[in-house]
């Protein structure tokens, strides 16, 4: 069975860097797949921030492009999330998900951007 | 403002049937992207509910439906159950986007 576990600080400092991880298990993120990062402020929808392919190949939202890098640890099997200069509009629960369509996802971590 | 637009709420007795709409232009549902759905009840992550345009993942109940022409897509669901009380959200790919999502529809069983 395969399971996505986000982790990383629940608050970030404006100005500073969001760092978020996303371990697999069941699974290895050298496989063909997708590997996706989506967001979700409070009370608002589902925006997604970008994928990277086993591969290394990586797209992101344009909204986002200037700030996001998303990179992955294949000894690990893990991938990850940066997200830079950060103000309180980023805040929201970050998940990581697999796949096109987004088949798994993991439970999401909530962040706050709060000084 | 989202890419996809569906509406904010619908609502529908026990036993009913409801159908929530995803309107999207020619450069993503109308060029021919595939639309997916997700249910997301309260406090989880989202759940794929329909992928490919009409195509149910296993463990979901026949009660979910999808369709799409043109520009557009729905989901249905009939037989309406208290349990089905969710956010509901539409995905499809853009121009330049791999994936954007409606803004998303809250169900509520009266």
């Known amino acids: 069975q395969v399971q996505l576990q986000e982790s990383g600080p629940g608050l970030v400092k404006p100005s500073g860097t969001l760092s978020l991880t996303c371990a697999v298990s069941?699974?290895?993120?050298?496989?063909?797949?997708?590997w996706s990062w989506v967001r979700q402020a409070p009370g608002k929808g589902l925006e997604w921030i970008g994928e990277i392919h086993h591969r290394g190949t990586t797209y992101y939202n344009p909204s986002l492009k200037s700030r996001v890098s998303i990179s992955m640890d294949k000894s690990k099997n893990q991938f990850s999330l940066n997200l830079s200069s950060v103000t309180a509009a980023d805040t929201a629960v970050y998940y990581c998900a697999r796949d096109h369509p987004l088949r798994i996802w993991g439970r999401g971590t909530q962040v706050a951007v709060s000084s | 403002q989202s890419v996809l637009t569906q509406p904010p709420s619908v609502s529908g007795a026990p036993g009913q049937r409801v159908t929530i709409s995803c309107t999207g232009t020619s450069s993503n549902i109308g060029a021919g992207y595939d639309v997916h759905w997700y249910q997301q009840l309260p406090g989880t992550a989202p759940k794929l509910l329909i992928y490919?345009?009409?195509n149910r993942p296993s463990g979901v109940p026949d009660r979910f439906s999808g369709s799409k022409s043109g520009t557009s897509a729905s989901l249905a669901i009939t037989g309406l159950q208290a349990e089905d009380e969710a956010d509901y959200y539409c995905?499809?790919?853009?121009?330049?986007?791999?994936?954007?999502f409606g803004g998303g529809t809250k169900l509520t069983v009266l």
């Open positions: 995905q499809s790919a853009d121009s330049g986007l791999n994936v954007v």
């Open positions: 069941g699974d290895s993120i050298s496989s063909s797949y997708w």
């Open positions: 490919g345009n009409t």
